[in-house]
């Protein structure tokens, strides 16, 4: 079955610190991508990769970063938190050729920043 | 503006009760509609997927309809259980292909009380 993995699922940080937010995936998909979600709104995308050392900016990139070293793995990384990122953050994989281009996500990422 | 508009926004029904959950849309071009269930905590898993204008389908006690035309979407659950618990996400992409946009709506909450 696919899975998307994400670490950790909870992080409280302070303002003006860094955080990384992993995301490994076994499903052998090209696409990844990573989206806040926000009490009360649709997810949103920051970031996606299509293949990997390449990453694209989705609707909201500022403020974040995005790697992607592997097929498997695309990390969001927030060089300076700021107190409005705090969010849940899920990321997802897809096959857009094949499985109906469905998105598999992980079971998100919980971020307080402080 | 928000372009994927789902009603209600919360809803409490009986275990066994059928519910209606409904989803309105802007997104032009509309290729596909897709529903995922939420469970607290989790991550959004796929129901099913609309493609053709008047599409219906059927997945157990879920069913879906799509009107292209009035850009209007229906989840149907029947029998409701308790697991039935979650926030059910409409989710309209703009092409069949990875270049396509996803946009969201920001979710119907369904609580089913014994």
């Known amino acids: 079955e696919a899975a998307v993995t994400q670490s950790p699922r909870s992080k409280v940080a302070v303002t003006g610190g860094k955080v990384t937010l992993s995301c490994h995936q076994t499903n052998n998909h090209d696409y990844m991508y990573w989206y806040r979600q926000d009490t009360g709104h649709g997810l949103r995308l920051i970031h996606y990769s299509y293949v990997a050392d390449s990453t694209e900016k989705g609707d909201i990139p500022d403020g974040y970063k995005a790697s992607r070293p592997s097929q498997e793995n695309f990390s969001l990384i927030l060089e300076l938190a700021s107190l409005s990122q705090t969010a849940v953050y899920f990321c997802?994989?897809?096959?857009?050729?094949?499985?109906?281009?469905?998105?598999?996500f992980g079971e998100g990422s919980r971020l307080i920043v402080v | 503006k928000t372009q994927v508009e789902q009603s209600p926004q919360s809803l409490v029904v009986r275990q066994g009760e059928n519910c209606v959950l409904q989803?309105?849309?802007?997104?032009?071009?509309?290729?596909?509609l897709r529903w995922f269930k939420q469970d607290t905590g989790k991550g959004l898993v796929s129901l099913t997927v609309l493609v053709h204008e008047n599409d219906k389908t059927s997945n157990g006690r879920y069913s879906a309809t799509l009107d292209k035309d009035a850009k209007h979407s229906t989840l149907h659950i029947t029998a409701t259980l308790l697991d039935d618990t979650a926030t059910y996400i409409c989710v309209v992409g703009d092409r069949g292909s990875a270049l396509g946009r996803l946009h969201f709506g920001a979710g119907t909450q369904l609580i089913v009380i014994p």
């Open positions: 997802a994989s897809s096959d857009p050729f094949n499985s109906g281009n469905t998105l598999y």
């Open positions: 989803c309105n849309y802007s997104v032009t071009p509309d290729n596909h």
